[in-house]
């Protein structure tokens, strides 16, 4: 039972260019939707996360977009870096931690 | 400031033997979690606990039992270990204040191995 969807499985883009992950979910009763970052051999780590009464959050170069109707949010990064490249989580909570399958980003010069 | 601790970091088992994963967090968490990665996977929650001596299964807890006596501890039981258990295991740990914070911190992992 995949409570929360994400896509891409794994993206490739160019330095300076946009990423952009999506991710679903199905129980309205999740009231708050991190998204973390992880790098080979490390735990997760959270990068910025959203509560259901905004439609985005900005965080420097890490937006999330959130549309509550459409039960969908993501994760923007501007300006991609080589050191941006990792495995990216989204997750929603409501009392335990639901995460989606993760997003491979690979940043290439 | 160590946050959340897992030892061991490594290890790899043979089939049919037991060992437990311990991880200890210092920030008084009530939440805590475990969640088994495999490799290019998501997190998969393996069980979960609100408080001492409280404890939730999660979506994959087959093969596994924790337990919850004190806020700091919260380790994860495996018995009879089998290959299919052979996976990253992170705990994590968050306050039970979700008004205001609800960031999971997670250890560095434990690397599992079951040959």
């Known amino acids: 039972q995949q409570q929360v969807k994400q896509s891409p499985q794994s993206l490739i883009v160019q330095k300076g260019g946009i990423s952009i992950i999506n991710c679903a979910y199905e129980?309205?009763?999740?009231?708050?939707f991190p998204w973390y970052q992880q790098f080979p051999g490390k735990g997760p780590a959270l990068l910025i996360a959203?509560?259901?009464?905004?439609s985005e959050k900005k965080e420097g170069r890490f937006t999330i977009s959130f549309n509550k109707s459409a039960k969908q949010f993501s994760l923007h990064i501007m300006d991609s870096q080589p050191g941006d490249s990792a495995t990216y989580f989204c997750?929603?909570?409501?009392?335990?931690?639901?995460f989606g399958t993760g997003t491979r980003l690979t940043i290439i010069p | 400031n160590a946050g959340v601790t897992q030892t061991p970091k490594f290890r790899i088992l043979k089939i049919g033997q037991s060992m437990t994963l311990q991880c200890t967090q210092d920030?008084?968490?009530?939440?805590m979690y475990w969640y088994r990665q495999d490799p290019g996977m998501g997190l998969k929650l393996i069980y979960y606990?609100?408080?001492?001596?409280?404890?939730d299964k999660g979506e994959v807890p087959n093969g596994y039992n924790v337990s919850r006596s004190t806020t700091e501890d919260f380790p994860l039981r495996l018995e009879l270990a089998a290959p299919s258990q052979t996976s990253v295991y992170f705990c994590?740990?968050?306050?039970?204040?979700?008004?205001?914070?609800?960031?999971?911190?997670f250890g560095q992992g434990t690397r599992l191995t079951v040959v």
């Open positions: 920030m008084n968490h009530n939440y």
């Open positions: 997750a929603a909570n409501n009392e335990k931690l639901t």
């Open positions: 959203i509560r259901p009464d905004v």
């Open positions: 994590a740990s968050s306050s039970s204040d979700r008004a205001v914070n609800t960031e999971a911190f």
């Open positions: 129980n309205t009763a999740f009231d708050y």
């Open positions: 606990s609100v408080g001492a001596g409280i404890t």
